[in-house]
C-alpha cells in the first residue's frame, strides 16, 4: 500500500524526468541543483524567479522596439535576445533558449516579421516553463509537509 | 577562528548580469571561496586599489590609502560588459605592477576563437564558457594556490615543513622532481622561471600545502 509520501515522491519524480525528456528542461537544470544546499536551500527557486522576472523585462523591451513600425532598433532586440539567450542557457530552459537563438537569427537578418512571430512564441514559452517548474515547486512543498525526503532524480 | 578565514581563497567576480552574478557567486561558494562581486570593470580595479582617473581612463594610479588590505587570489570576470569589457580589465591588471600577480579567468557565452586566444596572450588563465559549471571551478584551485603561496612564503616558515636538502640531489632532472631547499633559503626564488612548472604540478596533485618529504614525485 502507498503512503501519501511515496504516492507524491512518484509523482514528482516521473514529473522532473517528463520535463527534460519533452526538452523543457536540459542538464544545466541539473547543474542548478548542484548549487543548492543547506547554505542556500531555496537557490533553484531563486534562480529561476529572476530568470522569469529577466524574461518578462526583456520580451517586453523587444516588443517595444519591434512596434515602432519603420524604425525597429533591432540592435536593441539583438542586446536583449542576447542576454535572454545567456539567462536561459544558465537555468536549463532548453526550449527558451532554442526559441532565443532563432529569434537572434531573424534579428541579426533584420526579418521583421521573423521577429515578431519568434517573440511570440519565445512568451509562450517561458509562460508554459513558469507554470510547469511551479507544479514541481509545490509538488516538493507537499512532500516536505507530508513530512518526506525531496527525492535525488537521476536522469 | 582566524586561520580558517584566511585559509579560503577569496575571488572577485565581475559581471554586469545580474542574474550571472548571483551564479558565479554560488559556484564560487559552493567551491569553498570567498566571494566579492561587482558589476564592472572600474569597480573592480577600484576594489583591488587602482584608482580610476575620470578624466583619463587609461591613466591609473595607486590609490595611496589602499595598501591591497583584501588579499584576491583570482579575478573572475565576463568578457562583454559595456565600458570597460573583461579584456580591457586583463589588461589593466596584467600593467599594474602591484596586481599583475594576480591570475585572471574570463567568462563568455560566445565560443569565439580570436577572443579566447587574445585573451589567453593578454595573461588568462582560463576562459570559460557560460554557462559555468561546477567542474570548471577545480581549474582555480592551482592559479590561486600560487598566489597562496607567494604570499605565505612571505611570512616566515614552519620548520617542520621543509626537509634539509641532502646534497646528492641537487640538480632538477625532470619536471617531476621537487628540490629541496636548506632551511634558510626562501621560497620566494623557487616559484620563478622553470621551477614554476615543477611547483605547479606538486600544487595541482596536492591541494593542501605540498610536503617535502618525497624527493620525487611521479605525476
Not at chain 1, 75 to 90: A, E, I, R
Not at chain 2, 141 to 164: D, F, G, Q
Not at chain 2, 203 to 212: A, F
Request: proline residues 4%; charged residues 30%.
Amino acid at each position: 500500500m502507498d503512503t501519501l509520501i511515496a504516492q507524491l515522491q512518484r509523482q514528482f519524480r516521473d514529473y522532473t524526468i517528463s520535463l527534460y525528456h519533452q526538452g523543457f528542461l536540459d542538464d544545466q537544470f541539473t547543474e542548478l541543483k548542484k548549487l543548492q544546499d543547506e547554505c542556500s536551500p531555496d537557490f533553484v527557486a531563486e534562480v529561476v524567479t529572476l530568470f522569469f522576472e529577466d524574461c518578462e523585462k526583456l520580451i517586453s523591451n523587444m516588443a517595444r522596439a519591434l512596434d515602432q513600425t519603420g524604425n525597429v532598433d533591432f540592435k536593441l532586440v539583438g542586446s536583449s535576445v542576447h542576454q535572454l539567450k545567456g539567462s536561459s542557457s544558465s537555468v536549463g530552459a532548453k526550449r527558451v533558449k532554442g526559441l532565443c537563438i532563432t529569434l537572434k537569427e531573424c534579428c541579426d537578418s533584420q526579418n521583421y516579421e521573423g521577429c515578431v512571430r519568434c517573440l511570440q512564441q519565445v512568451d509562450i514559452e517561458y509562460k508554459t516553463l513558469k507554470a510547469k517548474l511551479q507544479d514541481l515547486f509545490n509538488l516538493e512543498q507537499q512532500i516536505v509537509q507530508a513530512g518526506g525526503r525531496i527525492p535525488q532524480v537521476d536522469i | 577562528m582566524v586561520m580558517e578565514t584566511e585559509s579560503k581563497f577569496h575571488v572577485l567576480a565581475v559581471d554586469d548580469s545580474l542574474f550571472d552574478r548571483k551564479m558565479i557567486e554560488r559556484l564560487l561558494q559552493k567551491s569553498s571561496c570567498q566571494v566579492t562581486t561587482v558589476d564592472s570593470g572600474s569597480k573592480a580595479l577600484e576594489f583591488l586599489g587602482l584608482r580610476v582617473d575620470d578624466n583619463n581612463p587609461n591613466a591609473l594610479s595607486t590609490s595611496p590609502q589602499i595598501h591591497q588590505e583584501v588579499e584576491i587570489n583570482l579575478i573572475i570576470t565576463d568578457y562583454c560588459m559595456p565600458g570597460m569589457t573583461g579584456y580591457d580589465l586583463l589588461k589593466k591588471v596584467k600593467e599594474s605592477a602591484a596586481l599583475r600577480s594576480i591570475p585572471v579567468v574570463i567568462m563568455s557565452s560566445e565560443n569565439v576563437p580570436a577572443r579566447i586566444s587574445r585573451c589567453l596572450e593578454e595573461g588568462a588563465e582560463e576562459f570559460f564558457l557560460k554557462p559555468v559549471k561546477l567542474a570548471d571551478l577545480t581549474k582555480l584551485k592551482p592559479h590561486m594556490m600560487k598566489t597562496k603561496l607567494k604570499n605565505e612564503s612571505e611570512k616566515p616558515v614552519a620548520i617542520e615543513e621543509i626537509v634539509v636538502s641532502k646534497p646528492e640531489i641537487e640538480k632538477e632532472e625532470a619536471s617531476s622532481v621537487i628540490e629541496i631547499l636548506p632551511l634558510h633559503q626562501e621560497l620566494e626564488p623557487m616559484l620563478s622561471s622553470n621551477k614554476r612548472k615543477a611547483m605547479e604540478e606538486v600544487i595541482s596533485t596536492d591541494r593542501s600545502r605540498p610536503k617535502y618529504n618525497d624527493i620525487t614525485t611521479s605525476v
